[in-house]
C-alpha cells in the first residue's frame, strides 16, 4: 500500500486534497496536515479526521513560526537551522517511509518536512498540485533563506533539497500549464460525488446569493507590503451600484474588520471555498467582480451556467506588487486562450461606469 501526505495550507487546497484522494489514493494510506493559515481552520480539521477519509487528519498550527514578519530573530534562526539538520517535524509513525509528499506553497515548512520525510525514505516523490487556475504559470520561486538552506544542505552535507525532487505537477487543466513540471490531470470534480461530503464538513447559507452582484476579495491590499488600492475601487463599486445590490466575499485570510465597519453585506460563508458553494448550488443570476480572484473562473468550471464575470484590475495599483502583476498576466493569457474560450462570458472593466453595462 502506497502512503502520502498531502500539506494544506488554504480551503481550496483542502478541496484539492480530498478530490485527490478520492481519485489517485482511494485505497492508499493518506495523511492529510491542515495549518492554520486561514481562519477556522481547526473545526474544519475536526470535521475531517470525523468523515474518516484520510487515514490521519492533522492539525498543524505554524502560521505565527514559519508566516510574516513579526517573528523574532531568534525563531527565525532557528527554523532555518530545523531545515538544515531535519528536525522532527511529525510523530515517527506518520513520516515512517512515505512515497509521495503533494503541497502547493513552497515555504519554509513545506522544506522541512521534506528535510524530515527524506530521512525515512530517500526516494520519496514530491508532487506540486494547483491552487486555482490562476496558480499554474506561477514561478517555482522560494525565499532567499530556502535558497540559502538547500545551498548548504545539498553542498555542504550531502543531503537532498526539495527542489531537485519535484518533477510532477497535479491540475484539472494541463493543457494550459506551461511550467517544466510534468503535468498530470486531475479528473473534473463530479459534484454528485462531492456534494455529501461538502455538505458535512460547512454550513453553507446559499440564502445570501441573492445579490446582484458579488465582489471575491484578494490579498493584494493586506498580505503585501504596498496595498494596490482595492478596497477603495471596492467602494467606488458599492457607490455606482448600490450598497443593497452588492455582497463582498472576505478573502479567508483577511482577518481585517474594514468592509463591515463600512457597512458592507458580507457573505456569511467566507471560510467555504467558492468551489465547494458551486458545488451545492447552481448560482446563475449574479454579477461575479474581483480584481484577480481565480473564482471568476471556478464559477465558469464548477458551473457552466453561472453569471457573468468581470475583473476590474485596470482600476486598481496592480504594478505596487510584482506577484500582482504576475496573476494579471496570468488572467489575461487565461482570457485568450482557446480552452477559457468555453467557459462563458468574462470580460474586464476597464472603466468604473462599465461595471453597469455588464
Given at each position: ?8 495550507n ?5 478541496l ?6 478520492i ?39 505554524n ?36 512515497d ?34 490562476l ?6 520561486s522560494?525565499?532567499?533563506?530556502s ?14 533539497i526539495?527542489i531537485?525532487?519535484l518533477n ?12 517544466k ?27 445570501v ?20 488600492g ?22 479567508p485570510?483577511?482577518r ?7 457597512g ?35 464559477s465558469?468550471?464548477?458551473?457552466n ?28 493569457y ?22 453597469l453595462?455588464?
Open positions: 500500500m502506497k502512503k502520502a501526505i498531502i500539506l494544506c488554504t480551503y481550496y487546497q483542502i484539492v486534497a480530498l478530490q485527490l484522494k481519485k489517485f489514493y482511494r485505497d492508499e494510506c493518506v495523511i492529510i496536515l491542515i495549518s492554520d493559515h486561514s481562519k477556522n481552520t481547526l473545526d474544519l480539521t475536526k470535521k475531517i479526521k470525523e468523515l474518516k477519509i484520510f487515514t490521519d487528519v492533522l492539525f498543524i498550527a502560521k505565527s513560526r514559519y508566516v510574516g514578519g513579526n517573528r523574532s530573530f531568534t525563531c527565525k534562526i532557528s527554523n532555518l537551522l530545523f531545515e538544515i539538520i531535519s528536525k522532527k517535524q511529525l510523530p515517527d509513525n506518520l513520516i515512517k517511509n512515505v509521495d509528499f503533494l503541497f502547493f506553497n513552497l515555504d519554509l515548512y513545506t522544506h522541512s518536512l521534506f528535510a524530515t520525510l527524506v530521512n525515512t525514505n530517500p526516494n520519496i516523490k514530491c508532487i506540486r498540485f494547483e491552487e486555482g487556475i496558480s499554474y504559470n506561477f514561478p517555482l522560494r525565499r532567499k533563506s535558497i540559502l538552506l538547500d545551498f548548504l544542505r545539498k553542498f555542504f552535507l550531502r543531503k537532498p526539495l531537485d525532487r510532477d505537477f497535479y491540475c484539472f487543466f494541463p493543457e494550459l500549464y506551461e511550467g513540471l510534468r503535468a498530470h490531470k486531475i479528473p473534473k470534480i463530479d459534484t454528485k460525488e462531492l456534494k455529501p461530503i461538502i455538505d458535512k464538513l460547512f454550513d453553507i447559507d446559499l440564502s446569493y441573492k445579490y446582484k452582484y458579488i465582489f471575491f476579495t484578494s490579498v493584494y491590499d493586506f498580505d503585501v507590503p504596498k496595498p494596490i482595492e478596497f477603495e475601487v471596492l467602494k467606488k463599486i458599492r457607490d455606482l451600484v448600490g450598497n443593497d445590490n452588492l455582497l463582498v466575499k472576505v478573502h485570510r483577511d481585517r474588520n474594514i468592509y463591515s465597519k463600512e458592507f453585506h458580507l457573505d456569511p460563508n467566507t471560510s467555504v471555498p467558492w468551489e465547494a458553494i458551486l458545488i451545492c448550488a447552481k448560482i446563475t443570476s449574479c454579477i461575479f467582480l474581483s480584481v484577480n480572484s481565480s473564482c471568476l473562473f471556478s465558469k468550471i464548477i458551473n451556467s453561472a453569471g457573468v464575470s468581470a475583473f476590474v484590475y485596470p482600476l486598481c495599483n496592480v504594478d505596487n506588487d510584482p506577484t500582482a502583476i504576475v496573476t494579471v498576466k496570468n488572467i489575461q487565461l482570457l485568450k486562450n482557446t480552452v477559457s474560450n468555453n467557459w462563458g462570458k468574462i470580460s474586464v472593466v476597464e472603466k468604473i461606469e462599465d461595471v453595462t455588464l
